[in-house]
């Protein structure tokens, strides 16, 4: 499967912005997908990921709790990234991913596919 970020930017903290990760293939449905981000100097980290099919199954890392929805669209083989209230802390490369499996995992060499990535600026 191919993964195709979107939706970053520069934005002002406090502000809201949402990111896409269009997925090829006609077994979307099947993969559970996660986001993940990279800050300058730093590893990668998880953000969020839903589990396949209906993603009945969410999880978030504790920096974006309450702040960050994952959701998706298996018609549109989509996945979304809904951010808020953003602060400079989130200014990192987004990358969505997609691993077989139901498990929603935080680990990223769990993930058997990755898109090339989208960064989000978040100002002061």
């Known amino acids: 499967v191919q993964l195709q970020a979107s939706g970053g930017g520069l934005v002002q903290a406090g502000v809201s912005l949402r990111l896409s990760c269009a997925a090829s293939g006609r077994t979307f449905s099947t993969y559970t997908m996660g986001w993940f981000r990279q800050a300058p100097g730093k590893e990668r980290e998880f953000v969020a990921a839903?589990?396949?099919?209906?993603?009945?199954?969410?999880r978030y890392a504790d920096s974006v709790k309450g702040r960050f929805t994952i959701s998706r669209d298996n018609a549109k083989n989509t996945v979304y990234l809904q951010m808020s209230s953003l602060n400079p802390e989130d200014t990192a490369v987004y990358y969505c991913?997609?691993?077989?499996?139901?498990?929603?995992?935080?680990?990223?060499?769990?993930?058997?596919?990755w898109g090339q990535g989208t960064l989000v600026t978040v100002s002061s």
């Open positions: 991913a997609a691993r077989r499996g139901f498990s929603t995992v935080v680990a990223g060499s769990e993930y058997d596919y």
């Open positions: 839903i589990s396949w099919s209906s993603g009945i199954n969410t």
